[in-house]
């Protein structure tokens, strides 16, 4: 018998080059086979009448070869032809001609009196039917036709070397030979869905769609528990570690508050509340922020940091470029340095503060509450930060956190999740805010930050300018040019976007170095300058800087805008070959207009007639809105596309879709998070077989914050 654990390489009847072959696929041991599920079946109990017209729904057929040619044209171009018969029918039947071009293996494969199951559309070429590069098995001999014919077949993500019939073969005498007590059934009580050793003999071989449906079901729910029991697992250990409360009182955030030139909107009240009772408790926290662009999550930021920094305690805000990371410094400053708060900068270019490392004193700890709370609102000491911001620099320029009290995590799909890890993992433990200006659909967000609180800033600031989108086609950059330049002559600013730095051989994209000259003179006599991830720290400091006082009209740049940078006087942005950037990255860049009083245009320039593209760009035309935007992107590109599998931590998951099955998802999650809450530890007999659900798992993180 074979186990399901059982590497493929012990069993002597697979040969050593379909293992090879199998490999490619990441395939090694009987789980890994008997979890490479079909993409799709074919109903072969029954094949269709052979066509007596072409179809543009494929179609399957059984029949007989009853002649075979080899057309050569163009030199070393080939045709290989095979005629089709219908075994079952009079003579009088049309004959079905299947081609492919220079394909030399199926010459090989394809002889005259071979029976052959063909899928594939059927077109009318000349007088004659033909189906070009079908799908096709050959019917070697009867004992096996159980296996592949008179029944629903399954047909699989396959690989050279591995034709159907192989690969089907291969699982079909795993599952007969399958120990049954090698397959547990790890699903929660009351989830009556059948055995797991009898839905994945129905999901290879179903008896009939029904018993498919069901298998798959249970399967989904079975991926989908799994997950969620992990996730479950991390909260439960999350909220069980030791930490400290780093709520002040909270006169800091009022002063703060008050200083203010605008108010609050609703939405941000009320998140900083939630944040105030997360901070004041002695569970560390684990929060996701998320807000659209614009929604004002850095100023909920900076009140989570003031009542960490006024009990005693410092603050990180880690950012994912250098430019992000200076302007947060910059803004920090204006608003935070009059109130006695002391920042200090750790880029990989620029460290500034006025006093030497360690940056945090070991003497803090040791002060009684109050002397800290007034040495934190009073910036008496020199060598002292109570607010660091810096990137991912924070984690490796031996910069001492030894009095940290809360992470700010700014755009957090852009670290990895071992980069976050460093931060968070320490005793005792700081609590943690992470952000995003990214919305995600609900369903991702039971799955990649399952294991966080969530708050959602849903209200724009009232003081923001409306934003205008329209897609142009490039022969129109002469009236766009015109209305950019009316723009800035009334005294606006604007942004010039391109996918590249420089021009590629590959893509045919303009590039941003490429074109600056060109503006320079569309724009003359108005100020231009370039900026892209290679110009150095301090020339990017700079030409950033003379953008935001106003000296600098334009800036002709890269996506190295798209987080973060605020310029409220800009108020134009042309982004060029917009259907090179994804459609929420589009969103983020339109983020950067917008933000201030003006209203503000977003002009999409594109060539590209396809019908994806034209659906993408329409989706920003007639939506500002980020949940909006995040969805459509969602139906347009899948979960892994929208955050990006390696630093979302989210699994490439086998058989479940979380758009479509997103209810057995909630189900799952709630079976999962019942059962932690019940039994943490998964003590109860029953619950005992879950364990190899968390220790199994160990190695795939799930988690934005492990």
Request: charged fraction near 25%; aromatic fraction near 6%; charge should be neutral.
């Amino acid at each position: 018998m074979i186990s399901l654990s059982q590497p493929l390489a012990e069993l002597d009847w697979i040969p050593r080059a379909k293992l090879t072959a199998l490999r490619r696929l990441e395939i090694e041991t009987a789980e890994d086979l008997l979890t490479h599920f079909p993409r799709r079946y074919e109903d072969r109990s029954e094949f269709a009448p052979f066509p007596r017209e072409e179809s543009e729904l494929p179609i399957l057929l059984c029949g007989e070869v009853v002649n075979t040619r080899l057309v050569r044209f163009g030199g070393w171009k080939k045709i290989f032809e095979a005629t089709l018969q219908d075994a079952n029918s009079n003579a009088l039947s049309q004959p079905l001609v299947l081609r492919w071009f220079n394909l030399h293996y199926v010459q090989k494969m394809i002889a005259t009196g071979q029976r052959l199951v063909v899928f594939g559309k059927p077109r009318l070429r000349g007088k004659r039917l033909c189906m070009e590069h079908p799908e096709f098995e050959v019917i070697e001999n009867d004992d096996d036709i159980s296996v592949h014919f008179r029944r629903i077949t399954p047909i699989y993500p396959a690989t050279e070397g591995l034709p159907q019939r192989v690969f089907r073969s291969l699982i079909y005498r795993v599952l007969e030979e399958l120990a049954l007590d090698s397959v547990p059934t790890l699903l929660p009580k009351g989830v009556n869905l059948g055995t797991r050793e009898h839905a994945l003999h129905e999901i290879h071989f179903p008896t009939s769609q029904a018993e498919r449906e069901a298998a798959r079901q249970h399967l989904v729910f079975a991926e989908f528990f799994g997950m969620q029991m992990l996730i479950a697992s991390r909260r439960s250990a999350a909220s069980s570690r030791s930490g400290q409360a780093h709520c002040g009182p909270g006169e800091l955030l009022e002063k703060f508050r008050r200083g203010l030139a605008f108010d609050l909107t609703d939405a941000q009240a009320r998140v900083i509340e939630e944040l105030r009772r997360d901070l004041a408790s002695r569970h560390p926290m684990n929060r996701l922020l998320q807000g659209d662009v614009g929604s004002g999550k850095t100023v909920v930021a900076i009140a989570a940091m003031l009542l960490a920094v006024e009990a005693g305690f410092q603050s990180a805000l880690m950012a994912p470029t250098q430019i992000l990371a200076e302007q947060h410094y910059a803004v920090l400053c204006r608003w935070l340095e009059p109130l006695g708060v002391r920042l200090a900068l750790r880029t990989a270019t620029r460290q500034e503060e006025s006093g030497a490392l360690p940056l945090f004193d070991q003497s803090l700890k040791r002060k009684p509450r109050s002397a800290v709370s007034q040495l934190a609102v009073s910036g008496s000491r020199s060598d002292t930060a109570h607010i660091v911001i810096g990137t991912h620099a924070l984690l490796y320029e031996g910069v001492s956190f030894e009095n940290l009290g809360l992470v700010v995590i700014d755009e957090q799909h852009k670290f990895g999740v071992s980069q976050r890890a460093r931060l968070t993992a320490r005793e005792p433990a700081p609590d943690v805010l992470v952000m995003t200006a990214t919305p995600i659909p609900r369903t991702l967000t039971m799955t990649v930050y399952g294991d966080l609180d969530v708050s959602i800033i849903d209200e724009m600031p009232s003081n923001r300018g409306k934003i205008v989108t329209a897609v142009r086609d490039p022969s129109k950059l002469g009236e766009v040019l015109s209305f950019m330049r009316e723009r800035l002559e009334a005294g606006r600013q604007a942004y010039i976007v391109y996918p590249l730095i420089d021009e590629s051989e590959k893509l045919e994209s303009k590039a941003a170095a490429a074109e600056f000259e060109a503006w320079r003179e569309r724009l003359r006599p108005f100020s231009c300058e370039l900026l892209h991830g290679r110009v150095p720290g301090p020339e990017k400091q700079a030409v950033m800087e003379r953008f935001r006082r106003g000296q600098t009209s334009a800036l002709i740049a890269t996506s190295v805008i798209e987080v973060g940078v605020d310029v409220p006087n800009a108020t134009i942005m042309l982004i060029e070959n917009a259907e090179r950037f994804g459609l929420a990255q589009l969103h983020q860049l339109r983020g950067r207009i917008g933000r201030g009083e003006h209203k503000s245009y977003c002009i999409l320039l594109s060539a590209e007639k396809s019908p994806e593209t034209v659906a993408k760009l329409a989706v920003l035309e007639k939506t500002s809105d980020g949940f909006q935007v995040a969805e459509a992107d969602w139906d347009m590109r899948g979960p892994g596309d929208l955050l990006g599998t390696a630093q979302s931590g989210l699994p490439e998951l086998k058989l479940g879709n979380l758009k479509t099955d997103s209810q057995i998802m909630r189900q799952a999650r709630a079976a999962a998070v019942a059962i932690l809450e019940k039994d943490p530890g998964l003590e109860a007999p029953d619950n005992q077989r879950f364990r190899r659900l968390i220790v199994e798992e160990r190695g795939r993180t799930f988690s934005n914050v492990s």
